[in-house]
């Protein structure tokens, strides 16, 4: 059964930094791009970031760019997150999600909308509070 669960959020002023973590079992991480998603109650998800599997090319929303950094590390099983430069809009639940992807081309896709059903595996989130 594949798995997958976010930690690491916290509460920060804003400009403060967070690092959450994805560790994943059940599954092959290594054949996998991983998603970095989040939502605010009453709103959508919004895709925020992800990392391919074969080639580990990064990819990150408009809002994202610039402050968040992605990365992963196969032989722990696990997907980072760094987020630099919080802001009070950053607030939200954040969680990972798989795709399995031995071409490593569905990066772009799954972090819109119109291809969450791509995404075999979501996690549980973790909430990041970006308060004064």
């Known amino acids: 059964q594949r798995q997958l669960v976010a930690s690491g959020g916290g509460s920060v002023q804003p400009g403060g930094s967070l690092r959450l973590s994805c560790v994943v079992s059940?599954?092959?991480?290594?054949?996998?791009?991983i998603g970095w998603f989040r939502r605010v109650p009453g709103k959508e998800r919004e895709g925020v970031s992800c990392?391919?599997?074969?080639?580990?090319?990064?990819y990150y929303s408009d809002s994202a760019k610039g402050r968040f950094t992605v990365s992963r590390d196969n032989a722990k099983n696990t997907v980072y997150l760094q987020l630099n430069s919080l802001k009070p809009e950053d607030t939200a639940s954040y969680y990972c999600?798989?795709?399995?992807?031995?071409?490593?081309?569905?990066?772009?896709?799954?972090?819109?909308?119109?291809?969450?059903?791509?995404?075999?595996?979501w996690g549980k989130g973790t909430l990041v509070t970006v308060v004064s």
């Open positions: 999600a798989a795709n399995e992807d031995l071409a490593g081309t569905s990066c772009a896709r799954i972090l819109d909308r119109l291809g969450w059903y791509e995404v075999d595996a």
């Open positions: 990392i391919s599997a074969k080639d580990g090319n990064t």
């Open positions: 059940g599954f092959t991480l290594d054949y996998y791009s």
